[in-house]
């Protein structure tokens, strides 16, 4: 079963406006985290942000934010003020405390106009 | 701090083939795992290892071994390659398989079956 849904295969965003990207999970462990990367056009993975389950507030590291609503298992990305090179696949991610793996969701492409 | 290292980074076979791409990580994790990814699916876990001597399957391991003779290396090898195993690979690691560690990334392996 798909623990991790991301509903938006694409969306853009005019720079410097803030954007929201989708991510729900499905899982019975009361302990687990949530993560998001960002995959730029050359490929590689950079991990953005983290929370976790028994996190009270939201998680921010700069630019973005994680809005993280338990009851509705949802764990939206949140990017303010956003930039060119923002454009690239976004993942959302969960790790379980009962499980020794990290799954992912399929993925959002985000394409920032100038 | 060269971190988790790949090779090779692109790789064609043929049908029937085999071939080993490696992974290694200068991290000291104890965590470490494959990935699959094609497009619209996101990542799919293969194979991972959560110390030296264990490894477990993930959710698409057919096709694939692995073994973890240290904690530095965790090579992934293909016994009789597949066009279906046509796929960017990735390798990670994590200190833990713990949810709250994040993994850290190869920069892939592009592979090709023709």
């Known amino acids: 079963a798909q623990k991790i849904t991301q509903t938006q295969p694409g969306m853009f965003v005019q720079e410097k406006e803030a954007v929201t990207l989708d991510c729900t999970y499905d899982?019975?462990?009361?302990?687990?985290?949530l993560f998001w990367y960002k995959q730029p056009s050359s490929g590689e993975m950079i991990f953005l942000i983290y929370q976790g389950s028994y996190d009270q507030q939201n998680a921010t590291e700069g630019r973005y934010s994680l809005n993280f609503q338990k009851a509705r298992k949802s764990a939206n990305l949140v990017i303010s003020a956003s930039q060119l090179g923002d454009s690239a696949m976004y993942f959302c991610a969960m790790r379980e405390g009962g499980n020794n793996d990290m799954r992912f969701g399929a993925g959002t492409r985000l394409t920032v106009k100038p | 701090n060269a971190g988790v290292t790949q090779t090779p980074k692109f790789q064609v076979l043929k049908t029937g083939q085999s071939m080993t791409l490696q992974c290694a990580q200068d991290?000291?994790?104890?965590?470490m795992s494959w990935y699959r990814q094609d497009p619209g699916m996101g990542l799919r876990l293969i194979h991972y290892s959560v110390g030296a001597g264990i490894t477990d399957q993930g959710e698409v391991p057919n096709g694939y071994n692995v073994s973890r003779s240290t904690t530095e290396d965790f090579p992934l090898r293909l016994l009789l390659a597949a066009p279906s195993q046509t796929s960017v690979y990735f390798c990670?690691?994590?200190?833990?398989?713990?949810?709250?560690?994040?993994?850290?990334f190869g920069e892939g392996s592009r592979l090709t079956v023709l």
């Open positions: 991290m000291n994790h104890e965590y």
């Open positions: 899982t019975s462990d009361p302990s687990y985290g």
């Open positions: 990670a690691s994590s200190y833990s398989g713990r949810p709250t560690g994040e993994l850290f």
